[in-house]
């Protein structure tokens, strides 16, 4: 009896792994940032301004998600941001945290280069540090409007995405 019960919780396991599996490979399929906005994040080489447009993406996906506390006023320079953010609920959270992981990995990026973050780049030398800064306040802007939302999910996946959201906030 004991071997039967093996075999049944092994093939429930991999079920369930393959289950996510399956999410994952298809949420990672999908690009976070449409054509419009990855020609702005070309556009913009600073990093205190790509910080923050990627922080005006970020509102722009908690406005098309219907979650409260965002910054993001859809008619307003409608040409320049382009069409609106289209998803699920859970794609455009998924969204929001792949472009604030692209803003640590940009600010880490210029951080790791010898020198290019405060010495010898006059420029980066003076935008890192206000790059920071704005990386730092989203991500204390941002933090409670995620802990009020897994509050409030009843989502499995969602709320496995929040509590990433809400360590990335206190990581950074």
Known sequence: ???LKFP?????AAVVVLSFLAYSANAQRRDF???Q??????????IDR????LT???DRRLAAAGIAGHQWKPQKDAELWGEE????????????????????????DIASREGAAIEGNEKAGKLFPKAVRNLSASATRFKPIFQSELARSTNE????????WIELCDQI
């Open 8 to 12: 049944m919780l092994a093939s429930t």
């Open 157 to 164: 996946k969602e709320k496995g995405l929040l509590f990433d």
């Open 1 to 3: 009896m004991k071997f």
């Open 85 to 108: 953010p289209k998803g699920t609920r859970l794609d455009l959270l998924y969204d929001t945290k792949r472009i604030l992981q692209k803003a640590v990995d940009d600010i880490d």
């Open 56 to 58: 005006k993406f970020i």
């Open 37 to 46: 906005e990855a020609e702005l994040i070309r556009e913009h080489q600073e």
């Open 50 to 53: 790509r910080i923050e447009v």
């Open 33 to 35: 940032v449409s054509d």
